[in-house]
């Protein structure tokens, strides 16, 4: 099942729904000017898809050895950006946000990126393929997310934060994780600790022009959240 909004003219949030006993994405955006002839209020066009993820399938009692393509994928449609994610892991029962260790740490040990996937056509990789089995050890050699994001220290339990480490241009693509593994040598042991849960993410940007860094980027669009002069778009799955 592939879905896919786009966001036009102010801050806006989209989201795409997708549960494994994991799974759910939304994302989150701003534009700016755009000057032509005259001076016009310009856009900075997103979209954020799940192309290879099926909600009406994927992650459904899931088990040890089961391997799904989960890759949220942002593109910069129209003017660059700067882009941030968070990542909010959640009880699937409460929707409370997890803060216990030991369930996090199991957790993030499924969500891993596979530096093969293609993001500009949403191929998935073949590092880590969809129906194959992999072990602990397999994914523990394998990233949680892509290198090319950095975590930031207001991070916490539960809710990781993921800078882009550059601007994202103008057409470009970009895919924070890309798969959802379950240990093939899991035992009910670690899946009782894991239990149910689902995954938030957040897509926040901002265009490039006119700042100087990211860090100044993302200061105005808090900013612009905290005076609640951004206007909202959420459209749930």
């Known amino acids: 099942m592939k879905r896919s909004e786009k966001i ?5 949030t989209l ?15 701003t534009d700016r000017e755009n000057k032509e002839n005259t001076f016009t209020v310009g856009t900075l066009d997103v979209s954020l898809e799940e ?44 929707g409370r ?8 740490a199991l957790i993030c040990q499924m969500i891993k990126y596979d530096s093969t996937y293609k993001a500009d056509t949403q191929t998935p990789g073949t ?8 072990s602990s050890a397999d994914l523990a050699a ?9 975590q930031v220290t ?11 480490n550059e601007i994202l241009e103008e057409g470009g693509k970009v895919a924070l994780f890309t798969n959802l593994v379950v240990p093939a040598d899991w035992s009910q042991v670690q899946l009782d600790v894991v239990g149910a849960f689902k995954i938030d993410v957040v ?35």
């Open 51 to 94: 192309k290879n993820w099926d909600d009406d399938t994927d992650g459904d009692e899931a088990v040890p050895g089961d391997t799904f393509v989960k890759d949220p994928v942002v593109t910069a449609v129209k003017n660059d950006s700067y882009i941030r994610v968070r990542v909010t892991i959640k009880d699937s029962a409460t």
């Open 8 to 12: 036009i003219f102010g801050i806006l």
């Open 127 to 134: 590092a880590i393929v969809k129906d194959d089995s992999y």
């Open 15 to 29: 989201g795409l729904l997708a549960v494994l006993v994991i799974g759910s994405t939304l994302a989150y955006m």
């Open 154 to 164: 207001s991070s916490t339990a539960g809710e990781y934060v993921f800078n882009f």
């Open 142 to 150: 394998m990233p949680m997310v892509n290198p090319a994001f950095t």
């Open 203 to 237: 897509v926040e940007a901002i265009q490039a022009k006119n700042f100087d860094t990211s860090a100044e980027a993302f200061a105005a669009l808090d900013e612009e959240i905290r005076n609640g002069t951004n206007v909202s778009n959420y459209v749930a799955g």
């Open 97 to 104: 946000t997890i803060s216990d260790a030991d369930r996090l």
